[in-house]
């Protein structure tokens, strides 16, 4: 009975690393459609790592273009370092940054991240990316108004560590595919894409680049399949082709 029971347990083991290796596969054959398809996408937009901190708590809710204007704005009052969003006052932030919308609440945001980071680190970024990436993920979520998006958007695209970044983009894209985990849990889609795909930042960093250009342009709400690139293994594409 023991070895009967030994054998079952090494026979799911193979299993399930086949299906391991099948979804690798599968995700790394996505990559290289869109990679493809669109070619590099050069994110993340912005001049050093503090505009591009500074940028992922701007872009919420809002598109690029006006982040753009705001961070401009930022530059031509001085305001672009995190010891003087630290020190400035928020009102006078909130106008400042008033292109990004919802420009109060992101006031608030950036000056917690500005504070948090000149109590911790000097507001010394070199001095952040040194720590370890998970302590440095932990402390992050802790600050006032970051989630795990714009968090895991720091990490990857100002600091350089490997974490993949998951948005509704994402979600709506492997859905589409019949993949991905059954739930909105953020971190179990991260960990989807994370177990099954080698740990590399510039890997990571065109991924999600390339799957939002694809969620903007193909798989919208109403989906555009035509041509699409993924069209081969979505079954809802070749459904709306026909």
């Not at 802790?142 to 990490?155: F, K, Q």
Request: a positive charge; charged letters at 20%; one cysteine or more.
């Amino acid at each position: 009975m023991w070895f009967a029971l030994v054998g079952i347990i090494i026979s799911l083991e193979v299993v399930m690393k086949k299906i391991g290796g099948h979804m690798r596969r599968t995700l790394e054959y996505i990559y290289r459609q869109l990679l493809e398809a669109y070619g590099p996408q050069g994110w993340w937009p912005g001049d050093g790592p503090i505009e591009v901190m500074v940028g992922a708590v701007l872009t919420q809710a809002t598109n690029w273009r006006n982040v753009e204007k705001a961070i401009s704005r930022l530059k031509e009052e001085g305001l672009l370092s995190f010891r003087e969003l630290a020190c400035v006052d928020q009102e006078r932030l909130a106008q400042v940054i008033r292109p990004a919308g919802y420009y109060n609440v992101k006031a608030q945001r950036l000056k917690a991240l500005a504070r948090f980071l000149v109590e911790m680190w000097g507001g010394d970024v070199a001095a952040l990316s040194s720590q370890p990436p998970e302590q440095v993920r932990q402390a992050l979520l802790g600050v006032y108004g970051l989630g795990p998006e714009t968090v895991d958007s720091i990490l990857l695209y100002a600091l350089g560590h490997p974490y993949f970044v998951v948005d509704a983009y994402t979600k709506r894209i492997f859905r589409c595919l019949g993949l991905g985990p059954p739930t909105e849990e953020y971190e179990t889609w991260q960990r989807y894409f994370m177990d099954r795909l080698p740990p590399n930042t510039q890997m990571f960093n065109e991924y999600h680049a390339l799957l939002v250009r694809h969620g903007k342009e193909r798989c919208r709400k109403r989906p555009y399949c035509p041509g699409c690139p993924l069209i081969a293994i979505c079954s809802t594409g070749q459904v709306c082709s026909r």
